[in-house]
């Protein structure tokens, strides 16, 4: 069996190990007879998986006691709402920093619920940049300054993070556990699992205990934190299988040295990309700049458009998987977060070098 090179942007490539490990598991997990999406919610073993993840999850990023970890159902896109219905309050202001699409969906829906301020942006250069923090200027009153660690469409990240007198709560669902971070800094982190956590349907959200003290009491029941804080995530039925994949991606992670290995991989996954993108005369443009570059999702132009489709049918054909732009920006992507190997980045810097050769 010949795996693809999976470049998808999310869902995504998962591990090989973990994906195995789930089959070899299918039919009757830890001898109840029944797969682990059989299981009662309820039962001890599902608990253990559940409570596993947990855990896990906590070890690995270093999350301190002053945070809790919730597992939750509705995507990412669910926090852009569920964040300011909980955090941010009649009297103060939202406060959003521009980087891409997903944060201006995140103050989109902020804008529903009450007053925002938007306290910096690179949208008038196309998002071909992380602003500078010191060129962040928070509003009077500011309940919290929100901001995507990592930009999926536009191959962009953060590297470093505002330290500023504000609760800084960010999207990291295209980053989260790819390199260490001080979960300390953060009052809330929130990330849906499909790129480096694992499949789709469960949406992990690290949240600073304090902050449950504003919620307003008049929110419904699945929307408010405190549900979710103080059922241990099982105030209903959870996506129990996803959280089971959750928790052997973990595993994987810490078989594999944990996040600090991960990252070093990362860099090197990266640098291999972006090597055959600086290599190449300009035929390959990257739309980050260079300060900015994403080490998860690398963003490139060709030419023109009829040899971006040239290329995206060659890669097709060599079994390489998920290479065009999203469909808002167009060009290409090769997203290669944590699952994908460093072997599949090198087989597509070759066939990028073979294919500058050839046309350029
Ligand atoms: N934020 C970011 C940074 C994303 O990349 C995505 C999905 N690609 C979302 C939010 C939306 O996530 P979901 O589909 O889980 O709602």
Redesign the pocket.
Same mark, same amino acid.
């Given at each position: 069996m010949k795996r693809a090179y999976n470049f998808n942007?999310?869902p995504s490539a998962l591990p090989l190990p973990v994906l195995e490990r789930a089959q070899a598991e299918l039919l009757n997990f830890q001898n109840t007879g029944m797969s682990v999406m059989e299981l009662s919610h309820r039962s001890k073993e599902y608990d253990a998986v559940h409570n596993s993840a947990k855990e896990r999850l906590k070890r690995l990023m270093n999350i301190p006691d002053t945070h809790d970890v919730l597992f939750l159902q509705?995507? #990412?896109?669910?926090?852009?709402s569920m964040v300011p219905m909980n955090l941010l309050g009649k009297d103060h202001v939202a406060n959003y920093v521009l980087t891409?699409s997903?944060?201006e969906? #995140?103050l989109k829906e902020a804008k529903k619920v009450g007053k925002t301020h938007i306290a910096a942006s690179s949208k008038e250069a196309n998002y071909t940049y992380i602003p500078h923090p010191e060129d962040i200027q928070l509003s009077e009153n500011a309940a919290y300054l929100h901001i995507?660690?990592?930009?999926?469409?536009f191959g962009t990240q953060w590297h470093e993070f505002p330290d500023l007198p504000v609760d800084l709560i960010a999207?990291?669902?295209?980053?989260i556990l790819s390199r260490e971070i001080n979960v300390g800094q953060f009052a809330l982190i929130y990330?849906? #699992?499909?790129?480096n956590l694992g499949p789709?349907g469960v949406?992990v959200v690290i949240i600073r205990n304090d902050l449950l003290e504003r919620i307003p009491d008049n929110l419904p029941t699945m929307l408010d934190y405190r549900t979710y804080s103080s059922s241990n995530s099982l105030y209903n039925t959870p996506p129990t299988f996803a959280i089971y994949m959750l928790s052997l991606v973990l595993e994987w992670v810490e078989e594999e040295g944990g996040v600090k290995a991960i990252e070093a991989r990362n860099k090197e996954k990266a640098a291999v990309v972006y090597e055959a993108i600086d290599a190449s005369n300009g035929f390959y443009a990257p739309h980050a700049e260079k300060d900015s570059r994403s080490l998860m999702n690398v963003t490139f132009r060709l030419p023109n458009e009829e040899l971006t489709k040239k290329f995206l049918a060659e890669a097709k054909e060599k079994g390489f998987v998920g290479l065009a732009g999203h469909r808002s920006v167009g060009g290409c992507r090769a997203s290669i977060y944590n699952a994908v190997p460093l072997e599949a980045c090198e087989a597509l810097a070759e066939f990028m070098n073979d294919f500058y050769r050839k046309f350029n």
């Open positions: 942007a999310g509705g995507g #990412a896109s669910l926090q852009f891409g997903w944060s969906k #995140a995507t660690s990592n930009n999926t469409i999207d990291m669902s295209s980053d990330a849906g #699992a499909q790129k789709s949406t």
